[in-house]
């Protein structure tokens, strides 16, 4: 799991990326309304989790922002105002969760595996990249007018490359999403499944898909 820490406060987003860390979940932290923009629109994340008063801008207007964007990594607020107003401000921008300020670290983290775990209900069932259609729901694939049948952990990685299409995202994202947080990144695995993945959906078409990037992952699009 990988979780973008949006907080101005250092000492505070230092506990956040280590308590995160023994839970073994990556963490990285923005400290600006732009860095949160940066990060949260191009990184590959499985949580935001975004403090309300920051440096260049609101909270309330990044997780806008984020979700006009098309972003729809489950966001949840972190804030001192605890204003039933707002609660309900940050739920209309388009935030999956709310917690003020101080929290309890556990129920923080209980509420990381809840979000993660709840269906993304902006994402559409239906995706497309190019010519290729993944249906999220009844788990089909098809490039141009093929269908294509793929293995459980290939339909997985193509899941997490439509959901990202257009980022960067680097190995140890892949493999958290494919296996597990404690899966060795450095094994040759995932070349392996990429290869499989390769050969099905980009071998006899075109454009090409799925493109490698040397020493910083995978970029998936045309």
């Not at 959906?201 to 998936?220: H, S, V």
Request: aromatic letters at 6%; one cysteine or more.
């Amino acid at each position: 799991m990988r979780v973008l820490i949006v907080e101005d406060d250092p000492a505070l987003a230092g506990v956040l990326r280590e308590g995160l860390a023994e839970h073994d979940i990556q963490s990285v932290v923005a400290g600006t309304f732009d860095d949160g923009l940066l990060h949260g629109a191009s990184s590959a994340l499985d949580v935001i989790l975004l403090d309300v008063l920051l440096p260049g801008g609101s909270g309330f207007d990044l997780c806008r922002r984020l979700r006009q964007k098309g972003v729809t990594t489950p966001i949840i607020m972190l804030t001192a105002k605890d204003a039933v107003d707002d609660r309900v401000l940050g739920l209309e921008a388009g935030a999956d969760d709310y917690l003020t300020k101080p929290f309890a670290f556990r129920e923080l983290l209980a509420r990381i595996r809840a979000v993660v775990r709840r269906p993304p209900a902006l994402a559409p069932e239906v995706m497309r990249v190019a010519d290729l259609e993944v249906d999220l729901g009844r788990r089909t694939v098809r490039r141009g007018r093929q269908e294509i049948r793929l293995t459980a952990k290939e339909f997985s990685l193509l899941e997490f490359f439509v959901r990202h299409a257009g980022q960067v995202v680097d190995r140890a994202a892949i493999t958290a999403h494919v296996w597990d947080e404690n899966h060795d990144p450095f094994t040759n695995v995932l070349e392996v499944l990429v290869r499989r993945l390769r050969r099905k959906i980009d071998d006899d078409y075109d454009p090409k898909l799925i493109q490698t990037l040397r020493g910083a992952g995978y970029r998936f699009g045309a």
